[in-house]
């Protein structure tokens, strides 16, 4: 059998799954290119070829999971933030585009004349905005906290591996309480969602990324209640 064919059966059990076809595409090419360790131009002229030896269990492994919505991140375990790579497991949220903006807003607080000299990153998960703003700020100290120690293990891995391990510091501990430092700059990305909202959200979330990092509380905004008043007194700006 051929790539090109193992591919569009692979399509379509991820689309009777439930996802979209166009994202169903998508999904088992990504997974495929995984298997191969190919890039996707490469991938691209290798449609017509016979599937290697060993590729089809491989393949069926990783699609199965996808039938089973875990989400594509978390399979091929990665996904790239601020043009960074990031590991992802499922003891952290998987990077949102939309996080990207946190970064691009810091960005504008603090033009190149006038850097931050401390910067905290409350509920670090993965650790994406603590080492996009540690490469982006150079000066910067950086602290990220998590209240778990399995998502900063995870954490420190992508700060070693973007090169960013000699200039983020990661403490355990519930946003704010591990840092007794003024901070110029405070970001988080905290739990939002309201319990009650648990069922309407799509089974890749729901029953994978750590509910720890998604429900805040009865109405979403319990970890702001917290976050926000020991924000104000940890920094020189209340609104910071």
């Given at each position: 059998?051929?790539?090109?064919?193992?591919?569009?059966?692979?399509?379509?059990?991820?689309?009777?799954?439930?996802?979209?076809?166009?994202?169903?595409?998508?999904?088992?090419?990504?997974?495929?290119?995984?298997?191969?360790?190919?890039?996707?131009?490469?991938?691209?002229?290798?449609?017509r070829?016979?599937?290697p030896?060993?590729?089809?269990?491989?393949?069926?492994?990783?699609?199965?999971?996808?039938c089973?919505?875990?989400?594509?991140?978390?399979?091929?375990?990665?996904?790239?933030?601020?043009?960074?790579?990031?590991?992802?497991?499922?003891d952290?949220?998987?990077?949102?585009?939309?996080?990207?903006?946190?970064?691009?807003?810091?960005?504008?607080?603090?033009?190149?004349?006038?850097?931050?000299?401390?910067?905290?990153?409350?509920?670090?998960?993965?650790?994406?905005?603590?080492?996009?703003?540690?490469?982006?700020?150079?000066?910067?100290?950086?602290?990220a906290?998590?209240i778990?120690?399995?998502?900063?293990?995870?954490?420190?891995?992508?700060?070693?591996?973007?090169?960013?391990?000699?200039?983020?510091?990661?403490?355990?501990?519930?946003l704010?309480?591990?840092?007794?430092?003024?901070?110029?700059?405070?970001?988080?990305?905290?739990?939002?969602?309201?319990?009650?909202?648990?069922?309407?959200?799509?089974?890749?979330?729901?029953?994978?990324?750590?509910?720890?990092a998604?429900?805040?509380?009865?109405?979403?905004?319990?970890?702001?209640?917290?976050?926000?008043p020991?924000?104000?007194?940890?920094?020189?700006?209340?609104?910071?």
């Amino acid at each position: 059998m051929t790539l090109g064919n193992r591919l569009a059966i692979a399509r379509e059990a991820i689309a009777a799954a439930g996802i979209r076809p166009q994202d169903a595409a998508l999904d088992a090419e990504v997974l495929a290119r995984t298997v191969l360790g190919c890039d996707r131009a490469a991938f691209a002229v290798r449609l017509r070829d016979e599937e290697p030896s060993g590729f089809s269990d491989a393949f069926a492994a990783l699609v199965d999971r996808r039938c089973r919505r875990e989400p594509v991140a978390y399979i091929v375990g990665e996904r790239e933030f601020w043009g960074l790579p990031f590991e992802v497991t499922s003891d952290v949220l998987i990077p949102r585009p939309e996080t990207e903006l946190i970064v691009e807003e810091a960005l504008e607080l603090f033009p190149a004349d006038r850097q931050p000299a401390v910067i905290v990153d409350a509920g670090t998960g993965s650790g994406c905005l603590a080492v996009a703003l540690a490469l982006e700020f150079t000066g910067a100290r950086v602290i990220a906290t998590d209240i778990s120690e399995a998502a900063l293990a995870v954490a420190r891995r992508n700060a070693a591996r973007n090169g960013a391990a000699q200039r983020v510091e990661f403490r355990a501990g519930d946003l704010l309480e591990p840092v007794t430092e003024i901070a110029d700059l405070i970001v988080s990305n905290p739990p939002y969602v309201a319990s009650g909202d648990s069922p309407g959200l799509v089974p890749e979330v729901r029953d994978h990324e750590p509910h720890v990092a998604l429900f805040g509380g009865a109405d979403g905004l319990s970890v702001f209640g917290k976050l926000f008043p020991s924000a104000a007194r940890g920094s020189p700006r209340a609104d910071g």
